[in-house]
């Protein structure tokens, strides 16, 4: 049972760059999440969805989007990267009685 | 809306002494309350939580008492070790399953 897995776990974008940010879970969990993590600061709701076909915005959603075709993945795309998107960012899947799930994480440098 | 206040760190102990760190929060009603750990480059692990006013969770030796009086959920261990070095946040639920964090505490424990 792997949980909820990211990929990629470090990379560097230019300014200007695009990319997306990986996540599937094999628990069948309907919610998920993206945090991100900034030193200091906790970590800060992005984007969730309660389910294929559905998303919302959290606190932070500028500069991001995403979509839910599938149970399983969630993935997180950046269109035009910033340095205010260095950050570390984490997904997480949500079930009963699993709980909150979160996944390793990927740190994302911006320069 | 809803906020999680945490004492800030780092917080640096010798092996076997005794551990607080301080949990507020702010938030309409009454929310499920929890304890995250995040061990250096991994993700956040669930350390414990309490869904009710005066519900204790415990979990590994941590313990914490949700108040509703003083809306707290201050984090105790009697005896922490090396291997507690980590970092740890306090998070509420809000609605929507979404979970609020603090900013975080670092724990470092000599020994």
């Not at chain 1, 909820?4 to 879970?25: A, D, H």
């Not at chain 1, 030193?39 to 915005?57: F, H, Q, R, W």
Request: aromatic share 12%; with cysteine; charged share 20%.
């Amino acid at each position: 049972n792997a949980g909820v897995t990211q990929t990629p776990k470090f990379r560097i974008l230019k300014i200007g760059q695009s990319m997306t940010l990986q996540c599937t879970q094999d628990m069948n969990h309907n919610y998920m999440y993206w945090y991100r993590q900034d030193p200091g600061m906790g970590l800060k709701l992005i984007y969730y969805s309660v389910g294929a076909g559905i998303t919302d915005k959290g606190e932070v959603p500028n500069g991001y989007n995403v979509s839910r075709s599938t149970t399983e993945d969630f993935p997180l795309r950046l269109e035009l990267a910033a340095p205010s998107q260095t950050s570390v960012y984490f997904c997480a899947s949500l079930g009963v009685p699993d709980g909150y799930t979160f996944g390793s994480g990927t740190r994302l440098t911006v320069v | 809306g809803d906020s999680v206040t945490q004492m800030e760190g780092p917080v640096t102990l010798s092996e076997e002494a005794f551990l607080t760190i301080n949990c507020t929060y702010t938030a309409t009603g009454y929310p499920s309350l929890f304890w995250y750990v995040q061990y250096p480059g991994e993700g956040l692990q669930l350390l414990l939580k309490a869904t009710k006013a005066d519900d204790k969770g415990s979990n590994k030796g941590f313990e914490a008492t949700y108040r509703k009086e003083t809306t707290s959920f201050h984090l105790e261990k009697g005896s922490v070790q090396v291997s507690d070095s980590a970092v740890y946040f306090c998070a509420l639920m809000e609605y929507g399953n979404k979970l609020v964090f603090g900013a975080g505490t670092i724990l470092r424990v000599k020994s």
